[in-house]
Every structure is written in C-alpha cells, then in structure tokens.
C-alpha cells in the first residue's frame, strides 16, 4: 500500500474525473487520471507519478510494507496478504489508523493512548439522540478531570469511536491514566467497563470492509473455529508460529507481526459473541501451549478478552521466573487451574506455585495436582473480611439527662419538621456537613443500595474530597445554608427510639472547654459530644423510590445563647452508608453452645483424680447419676468398699 498524500490528495481520490475541481475557474494543469488502491487512498506510485518504476523498486514510506529482505520466510504474495490483514484489522476504521500511525502528512494523531468502554448500550442514556455517546463523554471527562489531588487538570478526550456495544476513546497518555480509574463507575444506571485498548485490532465496520478484507476476515475466523472444541469448551490456540494457514498468510514472519497477529485473534473473538456472558459460556478453557512465549506481555489482551477463564495451559513455553507473568497478576479472577510444565521457572522459582496462589484468588489446581479446595478458599475469603469492632453496649455518660431529651426530640423533629428544628436549635455558628461511604461492608444478600444521588453533590468523604476549596466548600454553616440544604435531603423516617431502641448504638460524654458564644468565658464552658449510629427508611421523590440506609450521626452540643433554647448544636456531621443491621447491643448474648463431649471428659478427669478411680469406672458413676458431680462423689463413698481392686489406678 502506497503512503496517503496531503488533505488534496484526498479530494482528487473523491473526483471521479480524475481533476482537481477548483471555484476560481482559469488555466490548470492537465492531469492524467488519478489512482486509488483497494482501501480508497490516492496511489502516489500510480503510473501518472511514476511510470517507469520497476518490479523491484520499494518505497521507504509505506505503511510497514516488508522490504523484502531478511532471508527465507513467507512469500512476498503472503507477506503482502498479511500486510493487508494487518492494515484491515487494525488499519481498516479511522479508529485504528490513530492508534497505529503518527501525525504525518497525512494529519494523523500521534501519542493517543486508546481505551475501551463497555456499558454505553445498556445505560439509560442510549435512547437519546447520538445514543449517550456525548453524555458519556462528557461524564469520563468531568470525573476524570475530579479525581486527581492538588490543582485541578482538566481532561481531554481527543477522539472517540463507537463500535458496537465498545466506545473507544483516544486521550494523552496522562490523561488516560485518569481516564483508566473510572473503571466500574456507575454511568446512567450501568457499572462501566474503562480498560486500555487493543490497539490496532479493534474491529473495523463490517459496513465499510471491502470484500477482501471480508474473506481475510473469515480465514481468521475460520481458523479459530477448527481450534475450538465445543465439547470441552476450550480454545486451543497453542503452537500458533507453526499453524500451515497462519504461515501461509505471513503471520508470523517477525515478533512484532505475531505480536499483532495474536491481538487481531482476540479481537476477532470479542466481535464473535453479542454479550460478555455468551462469551463466558462458550469458553471456558484456552491453551496457550508452545508458544515460546517468555512474558505474557505477548498476550495479555488475553486477560482482557477473557477475564473470567476458568483453565490456562501455559506449558511448553519460555517462562523463567514470575516476572514473565507480572502482567497477569489480579486478572483471572476465576481462574481454577494452571498448567506451567515444561517451563524454565519450574527450576529457577520453587515457591512459584505459591505465588500463583496468591495471585489468581480462585486457583485450586497447578499442573494437574490440587493444591486446596473450593471450601478452603471460600473460607480463607471469609477470613480476609473486614470483622466488626464487638460492642459491648452503649457507654451513655448524660448531664442531668440534657443529652436523652435531644435524642428523643431530634429525629421526630427532622423527619417531620426540619424548619422548626433548625430555628430551635441551630444558629449562625452552628456547623453541618454530610458524607456518602458508598463501600462500607454491608450484608451480601441485601437487596442493592439506594442511588446517591441526592446526596453525592453534598459529600465531604475526607478519603474523596481533597482540595482544600471543594471541603470548605462542603461545610455548611448557619441557619439558613443549613436550611436550604436540608430542604433538598429526600423524605426521612427514624424508628421510634422509645420503642425501637435497639435499632440504635449511642454514646454520650461530657464535653468540656467549648467556645463560649457569648464571649464571656476564656477557659470556654462543658458540652456533649453524641454519637448515634441507626437506621431510617428513605423515599426519594424525585425518583419514587424508597428503601433502608444506615447511618451515624455525631453532634456536639453547647449551653445556648440569652434568650433561646437551653441547648444548641454547635456541630452536627452525618455519614451515611448502605444498609446493613446493627447488632442489639441491649440484649446480653447468649453463652457460646458448650460442647458436652469435652464436658463429660474433664467431668471424668477430675472425678478421676479426687477418687483414684480408672476413667472407665469415673464415667459408669457419672452417667448412673445423669453426670451430676456432687452426686457421684457422694455415691463413690457409699460404695467405695465394694469396687473391686481394678477400679483404681495402681499407685505409682
């Protein structure tokens, strides 16, 4: 394939006279006609440019055309074919022509790190017009742009390109590293997908393939379903350098080319599936077998196409120590078996079985020997779970029952009247903020979170908030900022404290050297501090939905000021997080079940001991009276004379 010329290259490709049209009219240059190649470029070694051009002449410029040189190997016919195979599964959409070549004079981009979203097409926003593509954009860029710490950089994404259920999206390589971290944030409804690309493979339109690009296409495909194995699910891709028809297309003339080969196969099975889980389905198993392949690097887009394989036979390759396979490491997340025989790291790694362990959470078998099971991971995952901090009931230390009083008062009053609470008990000085922990542990089987969206604006989560501006920013203070807050904080319900106590955790303590409001007091005046930690049903009106959240809630409270309440909430902070029951810290709990085996056994021990009687004769005067020990002993004395000489021990 010859180079692309100018921008007026294209134009004279698009002339179907073969002249370049102009509106000034006057005297231009006779042209001959103009050529174009297969994929509708300008062919600038077409005989009107050079008509004396030998058979043995090769451009320099050309889009990675083999020079010819280097000994024996494919055809030239074949390395042209998988030229054109390479141009056409990654070079084939406007997409892949950004990621693969420079800015030249043909006006590519170069430096664009390409990222792959998944989720678009199942969000709420499809239905609208260009079907969210612009709302998504918008949203990767405005929380990209968010997240870092310090001053704020503004996100760029530089090119986007929608191709089936994937929009890829083109940025700077800084600026794709932000990017990368809105993997699983929730956009309109839908957990998204944001991992790097594949590069030059990502599938061009079939709408705009050529019929050669189909049938190249088609002997790729081909190729793959001779090596999948329906029965067992398994796709063998081992041994690919010396696969006939892969020779035969000059696939694996050089490193890079099988480099790209591999990825255009990944490719080339993600458009084979509609859904991530048909594709999970169908395969469960791939052999990589006598690849040569000494770090994964060389394929690791496996680990992106199937994230959730279940079997890897990696045997037969070049991997020598754990580094050549660093680049997996936390993918595979179900991956069960591992095949690594006849790999150098069998001899130069020992604890490398080991390390596999760790790395793959769900790994059980490696080279066909199991190494734990099911039950053991399962329960090495309950392990690693956060535990909760035991809690020994309320520690509630009142003053003249100042802080039961506001308990009581303070949530009726919020969910039923927050204006008239505001007035009572808040002032100017008086301080609120909120904050969502939206990855508390919560009970796995409850029913999904309610959205957050009426409160994620709000949020002062210190782990989440870092500029210095945005937290000022979310600290409310006064009345009337409190107030206007409040009024857009969904509709509230609190279980009723008197009869619903256990549904609360409190704590209440003396809080001495408070500020004096009034100014009077340098050594300040005593206060409460109130911790509650709850439950309350929620009903969003905006959304109609209504559902659980659990909460804390920590005021501070100080002596009110000459003419108002007793009492004022000099600090208020509310954290709110998904529902999950508190433990009734109100009941004592029941004693932990005794074993009787081990009971009946030291009862025997020691009726042993104190009489000098053998265990077999200590438990047939136990279990005569029901294993009651102050019966037995009574019982041992009545008859003591009469047991025979076996029932003691000998002395020693």
């Given at each position: ?8 290259s ?7 006279l073969?002249?370049k049209?102009?509106s ?21 070694d077409g ?17 990675g055309?083999p ?10 016919g ?5 030229q054109?195979v390479m141009?056409q599964?990654?070079g ?10 420079p ?18 097409k199942q969000?709420k926003a499809?239905s ?15 929380k ?6 310090g ?31 809105l ?12 991992v790097?690309?594949?590069g030059?493979?990502e599938?061009s ?26 029965e067992?699910k398994?796709l063998k ?11 035969t297309?000059g ?48 394929v ?5 196409s199937?994230?959730?394989l279940?079997?890897?036979?990696m045997?037969?390759?070049q991997?020598?120590n754990m ?19 006849g ?19 769900k ?6 020997v ?19 901090i035991?809690q020994?009931?309320?520690?509630f ?25 505001i007035?009572?008990l ?7 903020s ?8 919560r009970?796995p089987?409850?029913p999904a ?5 009426a409160?994620?604006k709000?949020?002062?989560?210190l ?18 900022v ?32 408070l500020?004096?409001?009034t ?6 005046v ?5 911790a ?5 049903e929620?009903?969003d ?11 804390s ?10 003419g108002t309440?007793p ?19 109100f009941?004592?709990p ?12 030291a009862m025997?021990?020691?009726?042993s001991k104190?009489?000098?009687?053998v ?24 008859k ?13």
């Amino acid at each position: 394939m010859a180079p692309r010329g100018k921008a007026q290259s294209t134009r004279e490709a698009r002339n179907p006279l073969g002249a370049k049209s102009s509106s000034r009219g006057g005297i231009q240059k006779r042209r001959g006609p103009t050529r174009v190649d297969t994929d509708g470029d300008l062919d600038m070694d077409g005989p009107s440019k050079r008509p004396n051009r030998g058979p043995a002449t090769e451009t320099s410029g050309g889009r990675g055309r083999p020079s010819g040189r280097g000994g024996p190997g494919p055809s030239r016919g074949a390395a042209k074919v998988a030229q054109i195979v390479m141009k056409q599964l990654g070079g084939g959409s406007d997409l892949a022509s950004r990621v693969s070549r420079p800015r030249g004079r043909g006006g590519q981009i170069e430096g664009l790190t390409w990222l792959r979203v998944r989720g678009l097409k199942q969000s709420k926003a499809a239905s609208n017009s260009d079907g969210g593509l612009s709302d998504l954009l918008s949203f990767l860029e405005r929380k990209a742009s968010s997240l870092g710490t310090g001053r704020k950089r503004h996100i760029t994404i530089r090119k986007s390109h929608r191709a089936g259920e994937f929009v890829f999206v083109g940025a700077n390589k800084e600026d794709a590293e932000e990017l990368l971290k809105l993997n699983t944030f929730t956009f309109a409804g839908v957990q998204l997908e944001v991992v790097e690309s594949n590069g030059d493979f990502e599938p061009s339109s079939k709408a705009t393939e050529s019929p050669e690009t189909a049938e190249l296409r088609a002997k790729l495909q081909s190729i793959l379903s001779q090596r999948y194995i329906g029965e067992n699910k398994l796709l063998k891709l081992d041994a690919l350098a010396s696969d006939p028809e892969l020779v035969t297309l000059g696939m694996f003339e050089n490193r890079e080319r099988a480099l790209k080969t591999f990825k255009g196969l990944m490719a080339i099975c993600d458009g084979l599936f509609k859904t991530a889980q048909e594709k999970k389905d169908a395969i469960h198993s791939i052999s990589l077998a006598n690849n040569s392949i000494d770090n994964v690097i060389q394929v690791e887009s496996v680990a992106v196409s199937f994230p959730q394989l279940k079997n890897l036979d990696m045997s037969g390759n070049q991997v020598s120590n754990m580094d050549g396979l660093q680049r997996w490491k936390g993918k595979f997340k179900e991956l069960e078996t591992i095949y690594m025989t006849g790999n150098p790291i069998e001899g130069t790694d020992v604890n490398y079985k080991t390390t596999l362990l760790e790395w793959f959470p769900k790994l059980q078998n490696i080279n066909g020997v199991e190494l734990r099971t099911a039950q053991q991971i399962a329960e090495e995952e309950a392990a690693r779970l956060p535990k909760p901090i035991p809690q020994s009931g309320p520690d509630f230390r009142d003053v003249n029952g100042i802080g039961e009083q506001f308990l009581l008062d303070f949530f009726t009053a919020y969910d039923t009247n927050r204006e008239g609470l505001i007035a009572r008990l808040y002032d100017a000085g008086s301080q609120f903020s909120l904050a969502v922990d939206a990855v508390s542990v919560r009970d796995p089987n409850a029913p999904a979170p309610l959205p957050w969206a009426a409160y994620i604006k709000s949020s002062r989560n210190l782990m989440k908030i870092n500029s210095h501006h945005a937290r000022s920013q979310r600290l409310f203070k006064g009345q009337a900022v409190i107030h206007d807050l409040w009024k857009e904080l969904p509709v509230t319900k609190h279980p009723n404290m008197k009869e619903e106590l256990s549904k609360y955790i409190m704590d209440c303590h003396p809080l001495p050297g408070l500020a004096d409001p009034t100014g009077q007091s340098q050594l300040g005046v005593d206060g409460l501090i109130l911790a509650v930690h709850g439950e309350f049903e929620e009903y969003d009106q905006k959304s109609g939905t209504t559902g659980k959240r659990s909460f804390s809630r920590t005021f501070v409270l100080g002596p009110g000021l000459s003419g108002t309440a007793p009492i004022r909430v000099v600090s208020d902070m509310l954290s709110l997080r998904a529902y999950s029951p508190l433990p009734n810290v109100f009941v004592a709990p029941s004693p932990a079940p005794v074993d009787a085996a081990n009971q009946h056994q030291a009862m025997i021990a020691e009726l042993s001991k104190q009489t000098g009687m053998v265990p077999q004769y200590s438990e047939m005067c136990l279990s005569q009276v029901e294993w009651d020990f102050g019966r037995a002993l009574v019982i041992f004395n009545e008859k003591k004379a009469q047991l025979p000489p076996e029932a003691f021990a000998p002395a020693v």
